[in-house]
């Protein structure tokens, strides 16, 4: 099956810091990541698709300037996340869509924790 | 607005009962959809997917019903066993061309030994 490594799992980090999370398709080329973000008990909410050598196209409300998307291979897409603060603690998930079967196959998240 | 919603925030069933998902979408224009599985702390699992010219798809232990009609999605599981535990999402797809999918609210099923 396919596998999408994300890394760190957890990072805990003091409030002003910039936080980069990877997400690494290891047995396929994705042109294209997606990026979530995740409230406990709550659903997925999309924050942006990554396009491998092109801008990100963020989802209304994200603002790009605070989660910085580079895509530069079709196997790694990273979201850093700017001057973090303690709203910003969350639960980030990726995804990349193998082939044209449209079905994503997600990291294990990253638990973000700002104080 | 576009939406996929889901009836039941949570489903208590004992092992070895077959349990029922349900899954509600408002855009008539989706032609795919998708069940996932996500274990807490970890990412969404894919379990089975099922496009709009079909009404019924069965994996193992997992059935998916769509019924276009009402606009109704659901997953059944067959003979659920503790390891079932988790919260179950529906997705459809998003017009556009590229799939975008739409995350419903989630469903979580806690199985009693």
């Known amino acids: 099956g396919a596998v999408v490594s994300q890394h760190p799992s957890r990072v805990i980090c003091k409030s002003g810091t910039s936080v980069k999370i990877e997400c690494r398709s290891l047995?396929?080329?994705?042109?294209?990541m997606f990026w979530y973000r995740q409230f406990p008990k709550q659903s997925l909410m999309l924050m942006a698709t990554?396009?491998?050598?092109?801008?990100?196209?963020?989802e209304q409300g994200v603002e790009k300037d605070k989660f910085l998307i580079n895509h530069a291979s079709l196997t790694l897409s990273t979201l850093t996340v700017t001057s973090a603060h303690p709203e910003d603690s969350s639960f980030y998930i990726c995804?990349?869509?193998?082939?044209?079967?449209?079905?994503?196959?997600f990291g294990a998240g990253t638990r973000l924790s700002v104080l | 607005g576009e939406n996929v919603g889901l009836h039941l925030p949570t489903l208590s069933v004992q092992e070895g009962d077959n349990s029922i998902i349900n899954c509600a979408y408002s855009?008539?224009?989706?032609?795919?959809f998708i069940w996932y599985k996500q274990e807490s702390g970890k990412g969404p699992q894919f379990i089975i997917d099922?496009?709009?010219?079909?009404d019924k798809r069965q994996g193992q232990r997992v059935t998916v019903l769509l019924n276009k009609t009402v606009k109704h999605l659901s997953l059944q599981i067959a003979a659920t066993q503790p390891g079932d535990s988790a919260v179950y999402f529906c997705?459809?797809?998003?017009?556009?061309?590229?799939?975008?999918?739409?995350f419903g609210r989630g469903t979580s099923l806690i199985v009693h030994p």
């Open positions: 990554s396009n491998e050598g092109s801008k990100a196209t963020y």
């Open positions: 099922i496009r709009s010219n079909m």
């Open positions: 995804s990349a869509c193998r082939d044209r079967k449209n079905i994503q196959y």
């Open positions: 855009n008539s224009a989706s032609d795919y």
């Open positions: 997705a459809e797809n998003r017009a556009g061309g590229s799939y975008i999918p739409t």
């Open positions: 047995d396929f080329q994705a042109t294209t």
